[in-house]
């Protein structure tokens, strides 16, 4: 049917009050048509259904990628650096930028640096350049000898005193037959060892990683770099081998987030995986 203007009016005011109502509407040039106006209007008040009733729909793609990070590029802050054009030099990783990050090349006196110990390969590593047993060893070896040549040393004179003394009294002194002169003190050997080798070392350390979950980005050369992916956050590890000492630096960033408990966590349990090919923690030290 045809509907009269007014009500064609109230009907046209009706739906676009409707329209208006709704955020997710859509546009409505074409209701400028009063036969479009009209169609419309009769399914309303028919209580058919329009448009207006289809629920609106969202996308959530891309939105637990932005928030765990796992879509996020590599950061730029990776890699060592300092070893020199032909890596010669022991060389760094960097320091800890952001909440959640932990690192052996912090700053073992800032409280919050992220400051984490480093580790060694070497069972018998001392951190000093020679233990304080071994020295207070060899100084009480030194004093032995000292006070046993002093006591050698007073007992001769002692038989000299007596031999001077009988010879005055007209006794007679049997000549003793020259002894022996002390044979030195054999020097210490010190046993050779045979330290484990850096490849070595890199390739146990590759291998507790890729047990651990990680994925392997770049190895060689005495660096490790893996990506760990858990409960969708995605954290960036990587590890240095020095070139002068057996220590083995690292440090371990969160794509996003500040939480560094998970890094902790997961620096531990590799290192344990480690414990019985003899790695260990060397104590709180700056990496240099």
């Known amino acids: 049917m045809r509907l009269d203007a007014s009500t064609l009016a109230t009907r046209r005011a009706a739906v676009l009050a409707a329209a208006a109502l709704i955020p997710f509407a859509p546009s409505l040039p074409s209701l400028a048509d009063d036969q479009q106006l009209t169609a419309l209007s009769n399914s309303v008040f028919k209580g058919e259904k329009t448009l207006f009733d289809e629920a609106p729909t969202y996308s959530l793609k891309g939105l637990t990628s932005a928030i765990t990070g796992s879509d996020k590029p590599r950061p730029t802050s990776v890699g060592a650096f300092g070893r020199g054009a032909n890596n010669q030099l022991t ?36 951190i000093q350049a020679a233990s304080s047993f071994s020295s207070r060893k060899q100084q009480i070896l030194a004093d032995d000898r000292a006070a046993r040549a002093a006591e050698a040393a007073a007992e001769d004179a002692a038989k000299a005193t007596a031999k001077a003394a009988a010879v005055a009294a007209g006794e007679e002194v049997a000549e003793a037959s020259p002894a022996a002169p002390p044979s030195a003190p054999a020097a210490p050997v010190t046993p050779v060892r045979k330290q484990k080798s850096i490849d070595q070392a890199l390739t146990e350390l590759k291998t507790a990683v890729v047990n651990a979950g990680g994925n392997v980005i770049d190895s060689g050369d005495r660096y490790l770099y893996a990506e760990f992916t858990e409960g969708g956050q995605v954290d960036d590890v990587e590890f240095l081998i020095s070139l002068n000492n057996p220590i083995v630096g690292y440090r371990s960033v969160p794509r996003s987030g500040g939480d560094d408990k998970r890094q902790r966590n997961r620096i531990r349990d590799i290192r344990k995986s480690l414990a019985p090919q003899g790695w260990k923690s060397v104590g709180r030290i700056n990496v240099d």
Do not use: H, Q
């Open 91 to 126: 060389g760094r990783l960097n320091a800890c930028s952001k909440k959640g990050c932990i690192s052996t090349f912090a700053d073992a006196d800032v409280e919050g640096s992220g400051y984490v110990p480093p580790w060694t390969y070497d069972t018998e590593y001392s």
